[in-house]
């Protein structure tokens, strides 16, 4: 079993300790060489809010270095993947490998984009169940849904098929689930609820509160994982079988210690304009060796989960955390200004 326990205590109480050294630290190497001077850079993002601390910390780093960073531009990551392709926006700061591929591949792959290192490693995505229902009823695989009278129990509207709160079109994740309910035979039994992905699980959480069962697809890391603790509330649930779409047909997707969520383990990348990147080697340099971990990311949505949502405090969430990490950080940018000069 993956647990996934919410680091918001221990985190927070991180993040807010390095406010001392934000305020002394200050920008690193003023008035030194700034190889992105005079360059543009147009940063793509989701709708998924959660995914702007991520990306807010590489436009920080793009302006020590001197780029002109224009305000984050909005798509979903099927047309994401497009226009970076075709220059439209410069990168995007959550690239999924291998949950995107077939958005990387259809707009160019290698030729058009630049993908070099890895952003952000471990996110796990799956089904889940609250542990009440799923210890009653001895439920532990997503093909148990085939079953009318199990499904029932995850009824939400009053038309006996389970209600599965799922994927926002154009995430990449949809086209998984849609394959899904056809693979394992769930598509008369279960209804995969999709529309805005905050709002379904929203009002997942409130039922989960009143006791009810409930039946809901999401990834780590992200703050629903802090609030439904798999292991304690949820359980996850396991396929029949490896089932995945398109160019990854014959993947399997079990883990190392034999579990199968039927998803495979995702490392979170920076995606670039491959033209603008081996233009401006300094930004590429940076693309391929910034890190934030999937417990840092967890953090911080978690606290945008408590109310700390707004776009004044995801800037101070990325200036705690650069400067809980200063000497990494300007190792980074070091290395990225060398990478100009070569």
């Known amino acids: 079993m993956h647990t996934v326990r919410s680091p918001f205590g221990p985190r927070r109480l991180a993040l807010s300790t390095a406010l001392g050294v934000a305020l002394l630290g200050g920008p690193a190497l003023a008035g030194a060489d700034l190889p992105g001077d005079g360059v543009t850079v147009v940063p793509l993002k989701s709708s998924i809010a959660e995914e702007t601390f991520q990306t807010v910390l590489v436009m920080k780093a793009l302006e020590e270095l001197g780029y002109e960073v224009e305000p984050i531009k909005e798509l979903e990551p099927a047309a994401e993947h497009v226009a970076l392709a075709n220059g439209d926006g410069t990168f995007m700061a959550h690239h999924w490998d291998p949950l995107h591929i077939d958005f990387y591949e259809s707009a160019g792959g290698d030729e058009t984009l630049y993908r070099e290192g890895v ?5 796990l995505q799956g089904y889940l169940i609250d542990a009440k229902t799923a210890e009653a009823y001895g439920i532990t695989n997503i093909a148990q849904l085939k079953d009318p009278e199990i499904a029932a129990l995850f009824d939400t509207d009053g038309d006996g098929k389970a209600d599965l709160s799922g994927c926002n079109p154009g995430w990449g994740c949809e086209q998984v689930i849609e394959h899904h309910m056809d ?3 769930l598509r008369d039994t279960v209804t995969h609820n999709q529309g805005s992905y905050s709002a379904i699980m929203a009002d997942t959480i409130t039922r989960f509160e009143q006791g009810d069962p409930v039946l809901y697809y999401t990834w780590t890391p992200y703050w629903i994982s802090g609030v439904l603790v798999p292991g304690e509330d949820v359980t996850w649930l396991e396929v029949p079988f490896s089932s995945l779409p398109g ?4 993947v399997d997707t079990a883990l190392p210690d ?3 969520y039927g998803f495979q383990p995702n490392t979170q990348h920076i995606l670039a304009n491959r033209a603008w990147a081996e233009a401006n080697p300094a930004a590429a340099r940076l693309f391929a060796i910034m890190q934030v971990s999937s417990n840092d990311i967890s953090a911080q949505n978690l606290m945008m989960r408590e109310g700390e949502d707004s776009a004044a405090d995801i800037e101070r969430h990325a200036d705690l955390w650069i400067a809980g990490h200063r000497e990494t950080w300007d190792a ?3 290395e990225a200004r060398g990478a100009a000069t070569q």
């Open 247 to 250: 160019a990854r047909a014959d």
């Open 332 to 334: 980074w940018l070091a």
């Open 119 to 123: 952003y952000s490693r471990g996110a």
């Open 183 to 185: 693979a394992y035979g």
């Open 258 to 260: 034999g579990s199968n």
